[in-house]
């Protein structure tokens, strides 16, 4: 099993997405699950977001999800996701202040309404192993 909060597919700004999501749910399921340290359920949702954000047309020039034109996340998880994101936003400011800042920062970045094609990690994974 790979470490909590790492990805083994994401990287770079992907990887700290993905770390920060991880972080997020964690800390939802731990006071509405008392997961230890989580439950099957939210990990299943951790490991859907790992798949979203691989598959993300934006790839590492992703913008913030709440932002996002692309509405990649099916209705259960998306409502579920919702609510993670309503409990550990405004906490994440004290549990994992440098990853919660980094987020605000990207809520503000530019982005372009059209994903180029091509860019999305996955893509990008391919094509390396292509060679
Ligand atoms: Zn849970």
Not at 57 to 74: D, E, L, M, S, T
Not at 102 to 122: C, Q, T, V
Request: hydrophobic residues 30%; positive net charge.
């Amino acid at each position: 099993m790979s470490k909590p909060h790492q990805s083994e597919l994401l990287k770079d700004s992907l990887g700290t997405e993905f770390k920060t999501v991880s972080h997020m749910v964690y800390l939802y399921c731990q006071k509405h699950h008392q997961g230890s340290p989580i439950c099957e359920q939210c990990q299943e949702l951790i490991d859907y977001a790992e798949v979203r954000l691989d598959r993300c047309p934006y790839g590492h020039a992703k913008p913030a999800c709440n932002r996002c034109p692309i509405h990649c996340y099916k209705p259960e998880p998306k409502q579920a996701m919702k609510a993670v994101m309503r409990y550990a936003g405004p906490r994440m400011l004290i549990h994992h202040p440098i990853l919660a800042i980094r987020h605000l920062i990207k809520e503000r970045k530019a982005f372009p309404d059209k994903p180029p094609a091509g860019l999305s990690n996955r893509a990008l994974r391919k094509e390396k192993a292509r060679g």
